[in-house]
């Protein structure tokens, strides 16, 4: 074998060892990129802005989908078998931490995570009720995150201003909803003591808005839709069938607003998910979510519909208005 053909293998081998270390030095590389497995309960845009804001938050923390971290988005479509199947998914792929949107998907991971990797909630009304965390100020195991519980006062506020002559206030959600019961329960009580005849009224799906609103528009002078799953996603459906009884609806969220309520003080579902993507960084740079507090997300800004107060020919009070002009939101 000749010098110059001895040469040419040398330098071919040496290459070829070369790439073989760098592919696996790469490789380890890409194995310690931390995996985050997020899971939303349902499609609708509160819960979509939840999302937007965990990973923002998530990036804020140096974490950014693609090159610092590998997020795995799933989305279940309100099916409880896939959220089951999801979650699962999530542990037997060895996610380093999971995030849950909306109470039954933090249930699910719960249950998959079996007390062992972090879960981060986003937005879960009732932390404590739903026996996910000991206390809001120690969690006490692997479960921490951010509630979203609503200002049911400022949204009675909202009620007595748009509705002054309101004798009859109707307040409907979701049966199976932990978060959607809570409030309205809490909410019914509230309305009582302002004076307020309330009768509740419940889906079991969003099948069942269509039925359930015609009875409820036929018996209530306004309607308050509290922060449920349920009735988000068949707000339209609810809309359709007020607005012909002629009857303001008045919701949580600003995107429920946006779907045709007439007004609410909002409290930000991007700002939820964001506290909750920061507090799932801090969980993966290695806090620990048994001493980190679940943080409240409580602050809100009120939102008004002109258009939809037009229609129904109601006439928002001027400070409302200027309120939302200034610090808020106007829908025209």
């Known amino acids: ?54 990973v923002a938050g998530l990036k804020q923390e140096g974490y950014v989908n693609g090159k610092t971290v590998k997020i795995d988005y799933q989305n279940a479509q309100a099916n409880q078998a896939n959220l089951k199947t999801m979650a699962q998914n999530f542990i037997n792929q060895g996610d380093n931490l999971t995030v849950g949107i909306a109470t039954p998907a933090v249930l699910s991971l719960a249950k998959a995570a079996n007390g062992q990797s972090p879960v981060i909630l986003a937005g879960i009304t009732d932390p404590v009720g739903a026996k996910l965390v000991k206390s809001i100020d120690k969690p006490g195991a692997n479960i921490t995150g951010t ?17 002054p002559q309101a004798k009859t206030l109707g307040i409907i959600y979701t049966s199976s909803d932990h978060g959607g019961t809570y409030h309205a329960q809490k909410t019914e009580k509230l309305a009582q003591e302002k004076g307020l005849r309330v009768k509740m009224y419940t889906i079991a799906s969003t099948n069942d808005m269509q039925q359930v609103a015609e009875t409820m528009a036929g018996q209530v002078d306004v309607v308050y839709a509290p922060q449920d799953n349920g009735v988000a996603s068949a707000m339209k459906t609810l809309i359709n069938t007020t607005n ?86 106007v829908i025209q």
């Open 244 to 329: 012909q009884a002629k009857i303001p609806v008045i919701p949580a969220t600003d995107t429920m607003v946006k779907d045709g309520g007439i007004a609410t003080m909002s409290v930000s579902q991007f700002d939820i998910g964001y506290q909750a993507g920061l507090m799932a960084g801090q969980v993966l740079k290695g806090q620990n979510p048994a001493t980190m507090p679940v943080r409240s997300v409580m602050k809100g800004s009120l939102v008004v519909n002109i258009k939809e107060a037009q229609m129904l020919g109601i006439e928002l009070p001027a400070n409302m208005v200027q309120e939302a002009q200034a610090h808020g939101e």
């Open 1 to 54: 074998m000749n010098k110059r053909l001895l040469s040419s293998i040398v330098i071919v081998v040496g290459f070829l060892v070369f790439a073989f270390f760098q592919g696996t030095h790469s490789s380890n590389h890409q194995a310690k990129i931390p995996k985050v497995g997020i899971l939303q309960l349902v499609t609708h845009p509160a819960l979509d802005e939840i999302h937007q804001g965990v």
């Open 147 to 163: 509630s979203g519980d609503s200002p049911l006062t400022e949204h009675l506020d909202v009620i007595q201003k748009v509705a």
